[in-house]
């Protein structure tokens, strides 16, 4: 397989969304104004009740088995390794560059949760129609991709809407405080949302961090006389150590749990929860797989919403990224380090995980399991970040200033690195 045929393969979905987020920035300038910002965030909820969660359950339930979820076990090991260690390392960047307290999270996201499935959906199955890999006949391999794709993005939506959910949560809470402290009234994101009692995404964990958030707020309004106190107790809330009270053990714990409760109770998640269940219970997958199944039409519908999720998600990238190249405060610095962990540091550290855990005899045989664990070090940046950005109404311009340069790059990125995985598997 040559080395501009794999580019093509790798390019092609990068292209795509590239292609898409430039209509979208068309869209949302003032030729157009269809996409405006209030649009945007109207689409966006959309996209994270309805069409998020149809992708996810309609995938899960046609796709993965029983047995395909313990022969797989290594591969939740291996993304979380990836999420973590990229957490780890964004960490260190943050701590060197030292972005605004508010980009922390999204920067932190960026470097953990990648593009587990969407990308891999397209990128797999594609190099498994070239001649000349090391992947065996071509209706074999693509059957297998679109199995391991599948439960890569299902694995991936719960590393991403648990643990970057909380960081882009946590961000958006430390912004809108900021700009309370700073006197600044801050955007109401998605009211509409925190009207009912099942969609309370925006506000804070426990009542009692209500209360002491309040506490501090209004405290400090009438003490701030000058920008230096301002930035003092905006370090101190990045930190979490502006308190006026210890907090006893197991109400912290409780509030922990709370929150991690919450946050598994997002759509998305639920909906993997449920796709996991009818793919590996037989009979509840045969009431909606398969041309007899008596419920199919319900599969069908679902996975006919989840199509609309990815041209929604790039859309509203492209939309936002029209004011972020105007107003974006992500440092260059920054994005260079991003860029520099995504497609170096992460692969390189890949290679080593799947190699040991291969010798270990950790791992199935098929060298494409092996390629697809591989490349879930290489791939860009998960587009939902985009989503919750939009949600919680905090660094969205300079999300969609990361997106850009980490799609761009990606093209070649991936080719390059598909190319060493191939011939370390051959």
């Given at each position: 397989?040559?080395?501009?045929?794999?580019?093509?393969?790798?390019?092609?979905?990068?292209?795509?969304?590239?292609?898409?987020?430039?209509?979208?920035?068309?869209?949302?300038?003032?030729?157009?104004?269809?996409?405006?910002?209030?649009?945007?965030?109207?689409?966006?909820?959309?996209?994270?009740?309805?069409?998020?969660?149809?992708?996810?359950?309609?995938?899960?339930?046609?796709?993965?088995?029983?047995?395909?979820?313990?022969?797989?076990?290594?591969?939740?090991?291996?993304?979380?390794?990836?999420?973590?260690?990229?957490?780890?390392?964004?960490?260190?960047?943050?701590?060197?560059?030292?972005?605004?307290?508010?980009?922390?999270?999204?920067?932190?996201?960026?470097?953990?949760?990648?593009?587990?499935?969407?990308?891999?959906l397209?990128?797999?199955p594609?190099?498994?129609?070239?001649?000349?890999?090391p992947?065996?006949?071509?209706?074999t391999?693509?059957?297998?991709?679109?199995?391991?794709?599948?439960?890569?993005?299902?694995?991936?939506?719960?590393?991403?809407?648990t643990?970057s959910y909380?960081?882009?949560k946590?961000?958006?809470?430390?912004?809108?405080?900021?700009?309370?402290?700073e006197?600044?009234?801050?955007?109401?994101?998605?009211?509409?949302?925190?009207?009912?009692?099942?969609?309370n995404?925006?506000?804070?964990?426990?009542?009692?961090?209500?209360?002491?958030?309040?506490?501090?707020?209004?405290?400090?309004?009438?003490?701030?006389?000058?920008?230096?106190?301002?930035?003092?107790?905006?370090?101190?809330?990045?930190?979490?150590?502006?308190?006026?009270?210890?907090?006893?053990?197991?109400?912290?714990?409780k509030?922990?749990?709370?929150?991690?409760?919450?946050?598994?109770?997002?759509?998305?998640?639920?909906?993997?929860?449920?796709?996991?269940?009818?793919?590996?219970v037989?009979?509840?997958?045969s009431?909606?797989?398969?041309?007899?199944?008596?419920?199919?039409?319900l599969?069908?519908?679902?996975?006919?919403?989840?199509?609309?999720?990815?041209?929604?998600?790039?859309?509203?990238?492209?939309?936002?990224?029209?004011?972020?190249?105007?107003?974006?405060?992500?440092?260059?610095?920054?994005?260079?380090?991003i860029?520099?962990?995504?497609?170096?540091?992460?692969?390189?550290?890949?290679?080593?995980?799947?190699?040991?855990?291969?010798?270990?005899?950790l791992?199935?045989?098929?060298?494409?399991?092996q390629?697809?664990?591989?490349?879930?070090?290489?791939?860009?940046?998960?587009?939902?970040?985009?989503?919750m950005?939009?949600?919680?109404?905090?660094?969205?311009?300079?999300?969609s200033?990361?997106?850009?340069?980490?799609?761009?790059?990606?093209?070649?990125?991936?080719?390059?690195?598909?190319?060493?995985?191939?011939?370390i598997?051959?």
């Amino acid at each position: 397989m040559g080395f501009w045929t794999l580019f093509e393969a790798a390019s092609m979905p990068v292209l795509q969304v590239l292609i898409i987020s430039i209509l979208g920035a068309f869209l949302a300038s003032g030729y157009c104004n269809l996409l405006t910002s209030d649009a945007r965030k109207h689409m966006n909820k959309i996209v994270f009740i309805v069409f998020t969660p149809s992708l996810m359950f309609a995938s899960l339930a046609k796709s993965v088995t029983l047995q395909d979820i313990i022969s797989w076990w290594f591969m939740p090991i291996n993304i979380g390794l990836t999420v973590f260690i990229g957490a780890a390392l964004a960490w260190i960047a943050v701590k060197i560059l030292r972005p605004e307290p508010h980009l922390e999270g999204l920067v932190i996201a960026s470097c953990s949760a990648g593009n587990f499935g969407n990308l891999l959906l397209i990128v797999i199955p594609s190099v498994c129609n070239e001649g000349g890999t090391p992947f065996g006949d071509n209706t074999t391999c693509s059957a297998n991709a679109l199995s391991y794709a599948s439960f890569s993005m299902a694995l991936g939506g719960f590393y991403i809407w648990t643990y970057s959910y909380h960081l882009v949560k946590s961000s958006g809470i430390l912004y809108h405080q900021m700009l309370l402290i700073e006197g600044k009234s801050p955007k109401a994101p998605n009211n509409d949302l925190d009207g009912g009692e099942e969609t309370n995404l925006l506000k804070p964990d426990a009542e009692a961090s209500q209360d002491h958030t309040t506490i501090v707020l209004t405290s400090s309004m009438k003490d701030l006389e000058d920008a230096s106190i301002n930035k003092a107790i905006v370090h101190r809330l990045s930190s979490g150590r502006l308190s006026t009270h210890k907090e006893p053990f197991l109400e912290k714990l409780k509030g922990i749990l709370h929150m991690i409760l919450e946050e598994l109770m997002a759509p998305p998640t639920v909906a993997a929860i449920l796709g996991f269940i009818f793919g590996a219970v037989t009979w509840l997958k045969s009431l909606i797989i398969g041309a007899s199944a008596p419920l199919r039409v319900l599969q069908d519908s679902i996975a006919l919403l989840g199509d609309g999720t990815i041209p929604c998600i790039t859309l509203i990238l492209g939309g936002n990224l029209t004011q972020g190249l105007r107003s974006g405060r992500l440092k260059t610095s920054m994005i260079i380090a991003i860029i520099i962990i995504r497609y170096v540091i992460l692969p390189l550290i890949g290679i080593g995980v799947v190699r040991v855990a291969g010798e270990l005899g950790l791992l199935s045989t098929d060298p494409l399991y092996q390629y697809v664990l591989m490349i879930q070090f290489t791939v860009p940046p998960a587009m939902n970040i985009g989503t919750m950005t939009q949600l919680f109404d905090v660094g969205q311009e300079e999300c969609s200033v990361i997106f850009l340069w980490t799609y761009i790059v990606a093209a070649l990125a991936l080719t390059i690195w598909s190319t060493v995985f191939m011939w370390i598997l051959t």
